[in-house]
């Protein structure tokens, strides 16, 4: 735990834990009748002092059993002085601009990396989230697949300040070949690429996903969590291009969910020592043992052997 958390998880503890013995005393001196289960104040208490234990840790966290956004095209015809715009990142689900019409696809040569620091967006400069941008592939027939939106001739310039804007940290307009998916059709298309030589290029390794994948849960920023960018992503990859696996996307996700889980799964203790603590009947028993949690608790190693035991009982 870095010295900034260990100063937060140690706010106030006095007077947290008067509130405690206060809980502690309703219990012991209510009735049979009282209104409030046991389980509430277990909860309550787990969010007084432990919930920060947890990155970003949520109950209603926003990407459980969410459905992509949309936007719809609006009504305008098209003309051969249109422009077409490529999403492969956040834009495959969300396009923040007008367009009229919008088409599944895939461009060759490339690969579709999380090796882009955001800084902006999921992230801050503080502690800088990842996204994706595209990679030069060794094979000429690799694929990346995303949406291709058309814009209108009239709102092209509109479009693509507002794009080049939004991509400001690091990324440059590029102009590609974009291939319609089970189709023959082919046109021009722009896209937005973060090289390597951009401040905010993070690099990877694709051998070893572990880091990026701890950067992605541990990161949020003005536009939210950095999980929810790549459940999304991944998301979307699945629902419009069904049966393509894209190893590293999902590989990725995969390692996020199992640091969530196992997040749930200690925090679903925590939760449960909480509860037996509430049961004792001896006001000065119990908050010495909610005392001794709170040390436990703020000790990596506890944690980490918590972690372990959850795993030997499963």
């Given at each position: 735990?870095?010295?900034k958390e260990n100063k937060q998880f140690n706010l106030n503890k006095c007077d947290n834990l008067n509130k405690l013995r206060d809980i502690l005393l309703q219990i012991n001196c209510a009735t049979k009748s009282i209104q409030v289960p046991l389980e509430s104040h277990a909860q309550e208490l787990f969010a007084e002092y432990f919930q920060s234990l947890f990155t970003f840790y949520d109950e209603k966290f926003i990407n459980k059993n969410k459905g992509l956004p949309t ?244």
């Open positions: 735990m870095s010295q936007t719809e095209a609006s009504a305008i015809p098209p003309t051969d002085e249109d422009l077409w715009i490529f999403g492969y990142g956040s834009l495959v689900w969300k396009a923040d601009f007008p367009y009229i019409d919008k088409k599944q696809g895939y461009i060759e040569g490339y690969q579709r990396r999380f090796f882009q620091h955001s800084i902006d967006h999921r992230g801050t400069p503080e502690k800088p989230g990842r996204v994706v941008t595209l990679i030069p592939s060794n094979d000429s027939q690799s694929r990346v697949y995303g949406v291709a939106y058309r814009i209108a001739r009239d709102q092209k310039k509109d479009v693509l300040a507002h794009l080049d804007y939004r991509e400001k940290n690091g990324y440059e307009r590029n102009t590609l070949r974009f291939i319609e998916f089970n189709s023959s059709v082919t046109f021009d298309i722009i896209m937005y690429i973060a090289t390597n030589e951009n401040d905010s290029f993070a690099g990877g390794n694709d051998d070893d996903l572990q880091p990026i994948a701890d950067q992605i849960y541990t990161t949020a920023g003005p536009s939210g969590p950095n999980r929810e960018y790549l459940y999304f992503l991944a998301n979307a990859m699945r629902e419009l291009f069904q049966g393509v696996v894209d190893e590293h996307l999902f590989k990725l996700e995969e390692l996020v969910k199992r640091r969530e889980r196992k997040d749930e799964m200690l925090a679903d203790v925590i939760k449960s020592k909480i509860l037996k603590i509430l049961e004792i009947q001896d006001i000065d028993d119990a908050v010495e043992e909610f005392k001794e949690l709170l040390a436990n608790c703020n000790q990596k190693t506890y944690l980490d052997e918590l972690v372990t035991d959850i795993q030997c009982d499963r």
